[in-house]
């Protein structure tokens, strides 16, 4: 069995990353041999805005933005009739992915790339690349 890690942040191209994960999936004798682990994490808030909710209203906002970003990929799955695990986390995203994908034991992580340019990824950073220098399994990039 091949266990993956799809990080899904709700936009469209997380949902192709799921598009070619379910049609790789068609190519294996039996589908269920595909180990499908969805992952959405949100960042933190700022420490200072817990000082105006409590710890329960918080988790509540996390859980439904996460709910919110794996709807898409969800139906995606379901239409296909996939066997899947959601993740909802919270933290700084690419160490959590790398984190999360060492800890259920995953031979890859599929991502989905949203392609910016070399400048903006230069200047901004990339979680892509953070998720390709942290994980210790091949991380792959669905444009």
């Not at 139906?75 to 994908?101: M, N, P, Q, S």
């Not at 989905?112 to 091949?138: D, F, I, M, N």
Request: glycine share 6%.
């Amino acid at each position: 069995m091949k266990r993956v890690l799809v990080a899904i942040d709700g936009s469209e191209c997380a949902l192709r990353a799921i598009r070619h994960l379910l049609a790789k999936r068609a190519l294996y004798r039996d589908p269920d041999e595909l180990d499908i682990h969805l992952v959405n994490v949100q960042p933190r808030l700022p420490t200072d805005v817990s000082h105006f909710f409590d710890s329960a209203e918080l988790a509540g906002y996390h859980h439904q933005e996460s709910d919110k970003a794996l709807l898409g990929a969800r139906a995606l799955l379901d239409e296909a009739g996939a066997k899947y695990t959601c993740h909802a986390e919270i933290g700084h995203v690419a160490e959590v992915i790398a984190r999360l994908a060492d800890s259920l034991g995953c031979e890859q992580i599929v991502m989905g790339a949203h392609g910016r340019g070399a400048l903006a990824e230069l200047l901004t950073g990339s979680t892509t690349q953070k998720v390709v220098h942290l994980a210790r399994v091949p991380v792959l990039l669905v444009k």
